[in-house]
């Protein structure tokens, strides 16, 4: 069993940052591809970064591209994403997933991680 906690989320200007964190706890996540998703109101939850295990392989949404990135501490058994440049429609719950793998893959869709966390609320204003 691996536990997720987010934290770093909270009400931003547009075009300012923010740096979200991702605590697990249980196990260590060396050997899980890990990822974050978001779900604004209204609308299904959607992709938005994945790391592989070692983190040097990273995989983004168009929509972010550029302006975040995700990066991973396994010794620290922790996954950060650095928003940068935000907007109002980045506006959304984003939640941390882990999902153990016997090899290095990046996992995108969202039904492939068994774990999540509760999530983290991000406001964008205008």
């Known amino acids: 069993q691996v536990q997720l906690v987010e934290s770093g989320g909270g009400l931003v200007q547009a075009g300012g940052s923010l740096r979200l964190s991702c605590a697990a706890s249980g196990r260590s996540i060396s050997n899980y591809a890990m990822g974050w998703f978001r779900q604004a109101p209204g609308k299904e939850r959607e992709f938005v970064a994945a790391?592989?295990?070692?983190?040097?392989?990273?995989r983004y949404a168009d929509f972010v591209k550029g302006r975040f990135t995700i990066s991973r501490d396994n010794a620290k058994n922790m996954v950060y994403l650095q928003m940068n440049s935000l907007k109002p429609e980045d506006t959304a719950i984003y939640y941390c997933?882990?999902?153990?793998?016997?090899?290095?893959?990046?996992?995108?869709?969202?039904?492939?991680?068994?774990?999540w966390g509760k999530g983290t609320q991000v406001t964008v204003s205008s």
């Open positions: 790391i592989s295990w070692s983190g040097d392989s990273a």
């Open positions: 997933a882990a999902d153990w793998r016997v090899t290095p893959v990046i996992v995108t869709t969202e039904y492939e991680y068994e774990y």
